[in-house]
């Protein structure tokens, strides 16, 4: 398959063959005095951003490789099974495809009763695991009354005389879920009533252990102490689970994340228009029906906001299980979305929002301003908000802007540190606060409607189109702005107490023409609701709010 042909064939939204993929092998992933052990970082069950970029490092650096999945343990565990990567085709282009599943000594996984279950299939492979000598550490985690009989990570450990209890136990000054083995367990760790923390036993020729919760690895990334004694322990944990399983030869070469949600994606997928979302079998029907029904929806209202360039490809969309939480990538081809979520309301949020960083505005990415870039964080929950306020009923100011305001405020004060709680106009002043950009974003929104935010990119990219990868200034932005409202802003921003090298723009030059910028009419008073009527064209002038016949029918 030549390059040109696999290009052709990952923007139709197709995962490459294996036969083409193993032209394109990984790198060997750094190891330090490489053990061997190869591990199976298990997030089919439960992702988080701990276990998808924090964790893998510090096991290399203790000789142990590891790759994490989003596939259910049973589509890797068989013999000859084939898992979804991304491979290096070229330096910015990874497209996804069908790579050979490494041979696994021992598998990391965590349990979640809000989380997908463990389903029949990965039940048999994973007892068949065991039996020919392979390593399974088991972390529960906290439930209800009533919900342990049923909870399916418990059906799992039924096999083999465990299970997680309603209840906490005492250790090391924390608490801790409730775990109760059999006597053929050796109980490593006990917590100050006797009941196990750790404990682990063999199997066949193989080897399990079980945590209470994975809070016994699980380091603060900021702590080097903590990381390093969770690390070690472990690494330990690891080498004397996987004792009975042959090391895995040859050089190291892994599936990574590559700055995304890898490096092992999920067995199934779903096309949509301009979709293509890839999801464990294990996922829940409530997950699945909100992606076929939501997602479309909310793609279209996103670009209705804020029209963008679509791009050729389909976006990739992973489809995670987790407390929340979603990445995007950008860096590379294809791009990627995922989101981390076991609630329909999460799941279209954090969509929204990755979704939203994709899209550059209407004539792409030219300049860069400063209220977080083009494409950043406060772009994309601005967007969000909207979604959220749409289809999950959360109304009220966009991202709860009004929170920014003093708690004494009460309407006379024209002072701002009368009107803004201190934090945020601190941060404001001469800096950047995301509350408070998205509470000057609102009051635009309340003065001239949801046009103006399009517009504003539009005349941005008019502006500097001769010089696209500027870094624009406060001042240079407040201008963007002002000639997209038709207004000077910069009385409104100072009000708010925004610092600025000048405090009018009463003319400005834009498309060869002299525009005179009468002051806005905009007061640091508190922000409307979130809009979410349409815009209009956001190539014209915008007429503010205050003339008659404003907004328009």
Not at 374 to 390: D, F, P, R, S, Y
Request: glycine share 8%; net charge negative; with cysteine.
């Amino acid at each position: 398959m030549t390059p040109e042909t696999i290009k052709k064939w990952w923007k139709s939204g197709r995962t490459l063959p294996v036969e083409v993929a193993v032209q394109y092998p990984f790198e060997p992933i750094p190891i330090i005095n490489d053990t061997g052990v190869n591990v199976l970082v298990d997030m089919s069950h439960k992702c988080d951003f701990f276990l998808l970029w924090n964790l893998g490092e510090q096991l290399h650096q203790r000789g142990i490789r590891s790759a994490g999945s989003h596939a259910t343990l049973d589509t890797l565990l068989a013999p000859g099974s084939l898992c979804r990567v991304r491979i290096p085709v070229a330096p910015k282009v990874h497209p996804f495809a069908w790579w050979p599943a490494p041979k696994w000594n021992v598998v990391l996984s965590e349990g979640d009763v809000l989380n997908p279950a463990y389903i029949p299939e990965e039940l048999r492979e994973l007892k068949k695991f065991l039996s020919a000598g392979g390593g399974v550490i088991l972390s529960g985690n906290w439930i209800k009354e009533g919900s342990a009989e049923n909870w399916s990570f418990n059906q799992l450990l039924s096999e083999y005389g465990a299970e997680l209890l309603p209840g906490e136990e005492l250790y090391c000054e924390r608490r801790w879920p409730l775990m109760k083995v059999t006597n053929d367990w050796e109980v490593v760790f006990k917590g100050d009533t006797g009941k196990p923390i750790y404990a682990r036993r063999t199997c066949g020729r193989g080897r399990l252990v079980l945590f209470a919760s994975s809070e016994l690895y699980r380091f603060d990334q900021e702590d080097k102490n903590d990381v390093s004694a969770k690390s070690d322990f472990l690494t330990d944990t690891i080498l004397w689970a996987a004792a009975d399983s042959t090391p895995a030869a040859g050089e190291p070469r892994m599936p990574t994340p590559m700055w995304g949600g890898g490096g092992i994606y999920q067995e199934s997928e779903e096309r949509l228009d301009g979709i293509v979302c890839y999801y464990s079998k294990n996922q829940t029907d409530e997950l699945l029906m909100t992606l076929r029904e939501d997602f479309p929806a909310i793609t279209s209202d996103l670009y209705d906001w804020f029209p963008s360039p679509k791009p050729e490809e389909p976006m990739y969309l992973v489809l995670c299980s987790g407390g929340g939480g979603g990445w995007a990538v950008n860096i590379y081809l294809p791009k990627e979305t995922g989101t981390i979520s076991t609630s329909s309301e999460g799941i279209r949020s954090i969509f929204g929002h990755e979704q939203a960083h994709t899209m550059p505005g209407p004539c792409g990415a030219v300049a860069n301003h400063p209220f977080g870039g083009n494409q950043g964080e406060e772009h994309a929950g601005w967007l969000q908000g909207k979604i959220v306020a749409k289809y999950n009923g959360e109304l009220g100011p966009n991202r709860g802007c009004q929170e920014v305001f003093h708690e004494l405020y009460d309407g006379t004060q024209k002072i701002p540190e009368e009107i803004f709680k201190k934090t945020h106009l601190d941060n404001w002043r001469d800096g950047w606060d995301r509350l408070m950009i998205w509470y000057v974003w609102q009051k635009l929104d309340d003065h001239y409607g949801p046009t103006w935010y399009p517009r504003w990119r539009w005349v941005q990219s008019k502006r500097w189109i001769q010089d696209p990868n500027r870094k624009l200034t406060w001042q240079e932005s407040i201008e963007d702005m002002s000639i997209a409202v038709g207004e000077d802003l910069f009385p409104f921003f100072i009000s708010t107490g925004k610092e600025l090298e000048k405090s009018r723009f009463a003319d400005a030059t834009f498309l060869d023409q002299i525009i005179h910028l009468p002051v806005a009419s905009i007061e640091a008073t508190p922000p409307g609701n979130v809009r979410l009527d349409a815009i209009n064209d956001y190539t014209k002038p915008l007429a503010p709010s205050s003339l008659e016949g404003w907004p328009p029918n």
